[in-house]
């Protein structure tokens, strides 16, 4: 319901990342239970995710990372036309909270996940930014950074939400049994049926 700018630097939200937000509204009132929480959002391109959390939750304190200036631009933009209060670093994913040394109750992210392997339709080739497209490791590489690095920014408890591409449930249970072990975490259909949100959580 919020009107967003993009441009030739953002990815155009899909449907899919509102169900993201929804889960993520969801889950913290099942874990934190209306609590004052801080949020990050890795990788935030236009800003949609973070800015439907600051708007929808009063108690979320959320920032945002991403690489690109000229995404960030777009993202604070979009913040200050929608009212919404939202701290933004330039970095790459995880790096600059953890240069500064913040912690965080809960992560969320839509990174880069298409493999180079992938076909993809010429019209998204053609009109968005291949850094918010593409990654390597057949898509997995910026799930692998977050989640290898994540420790170093998450409270306890904390949750973990990523979006993905529907034929990576495997690939992303395997790196969250080797970074979080521990963790309950449960893999959620969108509203085509694909496989497209992995929620992981930590107590």
Known sequence: ??????????????????ELVGY?????DEIFKCKKVDVCDIGTGS???????????????????????DALLIAKQNAKFNNADITFYEGDLLEPLIKENLKFDI?????????YTDEVDPLVISNEP????????LGMACYDKILKDAHKILNTPNIILFQHGYKQK???QELVDKYFPESTCEVIKDLSGND????????
């Open 170 to 172: 495997e690939l992303m």
């Open 1 to 18: 319901g919020y009107k967003l700018k993009v441009s030739k630097d953002v990815l155009i939200p899909r449907c899919e990342t509102e």
């Open 107 to 115: 992560l969320i992210s839509n990174p880069p996940y298409i493999a």
């Open 24 to 28: 993520a509204l969801e889950y913290y």
């Open 196 to 203: 497209r949100i992995t929620v992981i959580i930590n107590k």
């Open 47 to 69: 800003g949609a995710i973070a800015v439907a959390l600051a708007k929808e939750e009063p108690n979320m304190k959320v920032s945002a990372t991403d690489i690109s200036k």
């Open 130 to 137: 291949h850094l918010a497209l593409f990654a390597d490791d």
